[in-house]
């Protein structure tokens, strides 16, 4: 495997206990994470990078997002759509995810609806050499379950890809580099 390939290519990873989110595992009905190196000059701007990861999905993800939108919007549930279009309040936004902390090395993103709560953590590790994304997922009721049993195989899928998409891209570079 090159170097370069490495670069490319995300890895799923232990349940870090650093983050942010860390405190929410217990209980959690999904946690997961997947990280991914960055190259040398890479921002070191987690926002930067979480949007750059986020806010531009693969085609075949829209597609996705838009036949979850069809199949679960006669049942109340928050769609893309209105994700998209705002947060009462004027919460910021990183694609459709509400951001609800800012750090110096971490982005908090989330959404609460009335079947789950979840949130993703961003995480820029402090040597700025990759970027780990962490799950977790809190389910109100037995809807909210077998939601995500149902969606959690395209949830990993969907992580994945706009990790390495975003490195075949080509991160943002530092200010400066």
Known sequence: MTNN??????????????????????????????????????????MALA???????????????????????????????????????????????????THANEVVLGEDDRHLDFRVSVMRSVAGDSLTAVTVVHCHNLFGRNY?????????LVVRSALERAARSGWPAQAGA
């Open 5 to 46: 390939h490495r670069l490319h290519k995300s890895r799923r990873e232990a349940l870090p206990s650093g983050v942010r989110v860390a405190g929410l595992y217990r209980g959690a009905f999904l946690a997961d994470a997947f990280a991914i190196d960055l190259p040398p000059g890479a921002s070191r701007d987690v």
């Open 148 to 156: 995500i049993r149902l969606i959690a195989p395209f949830h990993r």
């Open 51 to 101: 949007r750059f990861a986020f806010e531009r999905p693969a085609p075949w993800v829209d597609r996705l997002m838009a036949l979850r939108d069809r199949l679960v919007g006669g049942f109340g549930l928050k769609t893309a759509g209105a994700l998209r279009a705002g947060t009462p309040g004027g919460a910021p936004r990183v694609g459709i995810f509400r951001v609800y902390e």
